[in-house]
């Protein structure tokens, strides 16, 4: 039976019924989501459900990631509602692709995960399902394991696997508009052009998930515990001098009040300059080398060649020796010695984060 999977979270409790259903069925896993947004998060799911096929011992393949096919066939469908047609045109397109599988690996049924979703329309699905078998000559496996309390044994079962829970459905257009109903940041296709990896980023989940994956193949306790911080993001910042842009470069959590301000250097105490607005502080490049270590050559050169979240916290902490300041801190190539205006758009929010401890 092949068994397309859309996640983890839904398939693992999924597989763990049929096996118990059809007892003499070989089960074959079938990742196919082309509807995943951004490809990172395709990535750190398709690792979830390897972690959850390899505890349950079964076959896993991956299909292809054809986001631009897909994008093309909801097209004109960007703003339908969840559960609406959009999502019905995807349910048909991955249903479509997994029924061809079936019929390409041998397999006389097949069936999906998306049944046990609560967010989707088992209705839809299985009209979708028989439609299929009949085209194909195959069988739909309808289920439902939402009933009495499957939902409730389906969450147990992810806590004990501490599997990857997402927070949206994987659509671009579903999580944008949920992002703008929660009024929260659309974090998730935010990457900075250096590729650093932020907090609580899709990056740092794929580090966190595949050291999970690894401490469970070498047989170590560990948890997977959530914490609250003040997270950061930079959506966009630069310097100018004479209405020329300059090569500069923000510290993690830089702030101003306003967006905007100018001014000049007021002083300069151990080589961190002053300006005489808005708290801001100016160190050269020169200056910022000595105290990260490095040996960059230009500004730019230091935001290609990454430095980690962690190592420019530490350089932040080194010029403020205060954990809670939210100045504005600029490295710029020379000290400026004429009027400087900058732009900043930054933001500090209350967010969660996950840890893995050792048990």
């Given at each position: 039976?092949?068994?397309?999977?859309?996640?983890?979270?839904?398939?693992?409790?999924?597989?763990?019924?049929?096996?118990?259903?059809?007892?003499?069925?070989?089960?074959?896993?079938?990742?196919y989501d082309?509807?995943?947004?951004?490809?990172?998060?395709?990535?750190?799911?398709?690792?979830?459900?390897?972690?959850?096929?390899?505890?349950?011992?079964?076959?896993?393949?991956?299909?292809?990631?054809?986001?631009?096919?897909?994008?093309?066939l909801?097209?004109?469908l960007?703003?339908?509602?969840?559960?609406?047609?959009?999502?019905?045109?995807?349910?048909?397109?991955?249903?479509?692709?997994?029924?061809?599988?079936?019929?390409?690996?041998g397999?006389?049924?097949f069936?999906?995960?998306?049944?046990?979703?609560?967010?989707k329309?088992?209705?839809?699905?299985?009209?979708?399902?028989?439609?299929?078998a009949?085209?194909?000559?195959?069988?739909?496996?309808?289920?439902?394991?939402?009933?009495?309390?499957?939902?409730?044994l389906?969450?147990?079962?992810?806590?004990?696997?501490?599997?990857?829970?997402?927070?949206?459905?994987?659509?671009?257009?579903?999580i944008?508009?949920?992002?703008i109903?929660?009024?929260?940041?659309?974090?998730?296709?935010?990457?900075?052009?250096?590729?650093?990896?932020?907090?609580?980023?899709?990056?740092?989940?794929?580090?966190?998930?595949?050291?999970?994956?690894?401490?469970s193949?070498?047989?170590?306790?560990?948890?997977?515990?959530?914490?609250?911080?003040?997270?950061?993001?930079?959506?966009?910042?630069?310097?100018?001098?004479?209405k020329?842009?300059?090569?500069?470069?923000?510290?993690?959590?830089?702030?101003?009040?306003?967006?905007?301000?100018?001014?000049?250097?007021?002083?300069?105490?151990?080589?961190?300059?002053?300006?005489?607005?808005?708290?801001?502080?100016?160190?050269?490049?020169?200056?910022?080398?000595?105290l990260?270590?490095?040996?960059?050559?230009?500004?730019?050169?230091?935001?290609?060649?990454?430095?980690?979240?962690?190592?420019?916290?530490?350089?932040?902490?080194?010029?403020?020796?205060?954990?809670?300041?939210?100045?504005?801190?600029?490295?710029?190539?020379?000290?400026?010695?004429?009027?400087?205006?900058?732009?900043?758009?930054?933001?500090?929010?209350?967010?969660?984060?996950e840890?893995i401890?050792?048990?």
């Amino acid at each position: 039976m092949l068994v397309h999977i859309c996640c983890s979270v839904d398939s693992h409790y999924f597989l763990e019924k049929l096996r118990e259903d059809f007892p003499n069925e070989k089960l074959i896993g079938f990742f196919y989501d082309p509807n995943i947004h951004p490809y990172s998060e395709y990535k750190l799911r398709f690792l979830d459900v390897k972690y959850s096929c390899e505890l349950l011992g079964i076959e896993l393949i991956e299909g292809p990631y054809d986001v631009e096919a897909w994008l093309e066939l909801v097209k004109g469908l960007e703003n339908e509602p969840e559960k609406g047609d959009r999502c019905t045109v995807c349910f048909d397109t991955r249903l479509e692709v997994s029924g061809k599988k079936a019929i390409e690996l041998g397999c006389k049924s097949f069936t999906t995960s998306l049944l046990i979703s609560p967010k989707k329309s088992q209705e839809k699905i299985e009209i979708i399902g028989q439609k299929l078998a009949i085209k194909y000559d195959l069988k739909f496996i309808f289920k439902d394991y939402r009933v009495g309390n499957g939902m409730e044994l389906q969450g147990k079962a992810v806590k004990e696997n501490q599997l990857y829970r997402q927070n949206y459905c994987g659509c671009l257009f579903g999580i944008t508009a949920q992002r703008i109903q929660q009024e929260k940041l659309l974090d998730e296709m935010i990457s900075p052009i250096n590729n650093q990896i932020l907090p609580e980023s899709i990056e740092e989940r794929i580090a966190l998930y595949e050291l999970r994956s690894q401490l469970s193949k070498e047989n170590k306790e560990f948890k997977i515990i959530k914490q609250r911080f003040l997270n950061y993001r930079l959506l966009n910042g630069f310097v100018t001098i004479n209405k020329k842009v300059i090569p500069s470069y923000f510290l993690p959590y830089s702030t101003l009040k306003n967006k905007k301000t100018a001014g000049i250097i007021e002083y300069t105490i151990e080589n961190i300059s002053y300006l005489n607005r808005d708290e801001v502080k100016v160190i050269s490049l020169s200056s910022f080398n000595i105290l990260a270590n490095q040996n960059f050559k230009t500004i730019y050169e230091l935001m290609y060649h990454k430095l980690s979240f962690e190592e420019e916290l530490k350089i932040r902490e080194k010029i403020l020796n205060n954990p809670f300041d939210l100045s504005c801190v600029i490295i710029l190539e020379n000290t400026p010695t004429s009027k400087i205006e900058i732009s900043l758009d930054s933001m500090v929010f209350d967010d969660i984060k996950e840890k893995i401890i050792d048990l």
